[in-house]
C-alpha cells in the first residue's frame, strides 16, 4: 500500500494527546490559549501553501459534525469521525485540506462568536493537532524525501536572554562536519517565517529557564505544523529533567551532551532514511 494511503497512525494520536492534556493540566491559561490560537491560526490557512491541490468540498453538516466531534473531551469520538472518512475514500491530502484545515476555521469561527468554552477550545484544537500528527501530514504539505545530510537548525527559545550554551554546541556540531543555521534571539513569528522558508529535516531548540517552558511548547507545536516530519531535539537546563520535557512538549529527543547528541541524531538519521 502507499504510504500516501495508509490509516492514520492511532499510536501518535494517542500520544500527543496525553502530551496535549498535560499542557491543559500544567500551563498557565493564557499560554495554553496561545497554543489553541496558533493551531487554529496555522492550521487553518493550510491550503494556502499547497496550491496545487484540489480541495474537498464538505458539506456544512459534515463540517458541522466534525467540528462537535472535535470538542468532546473524548478523543476518539474525532479519530473515529476522520477514519471513518479515510474508510469511505477520502485521500489523505483530501482529509487534510477538507477537515483538518476546515475544522481549524470552523473553530476558530465559533470561538470568535464566543460559542465555546475555554475547555471546548482546548479540547477542539489539541484533538485537530493530533489528528494532524496522525496522518503524517508531511506528504501533503511538502512531498519531500527527508534529507539524510547533518545539515540543522539551532535557535535559542524566543524570550531567552542568553544564547552563549547553543552557540557552544553549533561549533562543536561544526567541527564534527555539520552544517549549522544558528538563530539567536529571534522572537516567535520571526523563527517561525524563517522555519517555513528553510523547512529544516533537524531542529535543536534551547531554554534555560523554567519561566520560558510555556514558549518552548508553543514552539513546538507552531514549528510541527510547519514541518511535521522534522526531528526535534530540546536542549535545557539541568535543572528540567527529561523525562518532564517528554510528557509536556511533542519533541524527539532530549540533549544532554554532545557525544549523546551525535549519536542520537545518526540513530534518527538512519531511520528516517
Known amino acids: 500500500m502507499k504510504r500516501e494511503l495508509a490509516l492514520l497512525d492511532s499510536e501518535v494520536f494517542s500520544r500527543t494527546t496525553a502530551i496535549f492534556s498535560a499542557k491543559r493540566a500544567t500551563l498557565a491559561p493564557e499560554a495554553v490559549e496561545a497554543v489553541a490560537s496558533d493551531i487554529v491560526r496555522r492550521l487553518a490557512r493550510s491550503p494556502s501553501r499547497i496550491p496545487d491541490l484540489d480541495v474537498p468540498q464538505i458539506s456544512e453538516e459534515s463540517a458541522d459534525a466534525f467540528c462537535d466531534a472535535l470538542i468532546l473531551p473524548d478523543s476518539n469520538t ?8 479515510r474508510a469511505e475514500g477520502m485521500s489523505l491530502p483530501g482529509v487534510y485540506l477538507g477537515y483538518i484545515s476546515g475544522g481549524a476555521r470552523r473553530l476558530g469561527e ?31 504539505l511538502t512531498y519531500r524525501k527527508f534529507d539524510n545530510r547533518r545539515v540543522a537548525l539551532f535557535a535559542t ?22 552544517e549549522i543555521d544558528l538563530e539567536t534571539g529571534t522572537d516567535h513569528e520571526e523563527l517561525i ?8 529535516h533537524i531542529i535543536g531548540f534551547s531554554f534555560s529557564t523554567e ?21 526535534i531535539g530540546v536542549a535545557p537546563s539541568s535543572s528540567i529533567g ?4 517528554h510528557d509536556l512538549v511533542d519533541i524527539d529527543l532530549v540533549f544532554s551532551d554532545a557525544p549523546s547528541a551525535f549519536r542520537e541524531l545518526d540513530r534518527l538519521i538512519r531511520l528516517r532514511s
Open 110 to 140: 465559533r470561538w470568535e462568536r464566543d460559542e465555546l468554552s475555554f475547555f471546548q477550545v482546548t479540547c477542539g484544537t489539541g484533538h485537530l493537532y493530533a489528528l494532524m500528527r496522525a496522518l503524517r501530514t508531511e506528504i501533503p
Open 157 to 178: 527559545v524566543p524570550g531567552e536572554d542568553h544564547g552563549i550554551g547553543i552557540t557552544v554546541a553549533a561549533d562543536l556540531f561544526r567541527e564534527a562536519g555539520w
Open 242 to 245: 527529561a523525562e518532564r520535557l
Open 78 to 85: 474525532a479519530l473515529r469521525f476522520i477514519e471513518d472518512r
Open 193 to 200: 517565517a524563517h522555519v517555513e522558508q528553510t523547512l529544516p
Open 211 to 231: 519561566q520560558r517552558l510555556d514558549a518552548l511548547v508553543r514552539l513546538v507545536v507552531a514549528t510541527r505544523i510547519v514541518i511535521p516530519d522534522a526531528i
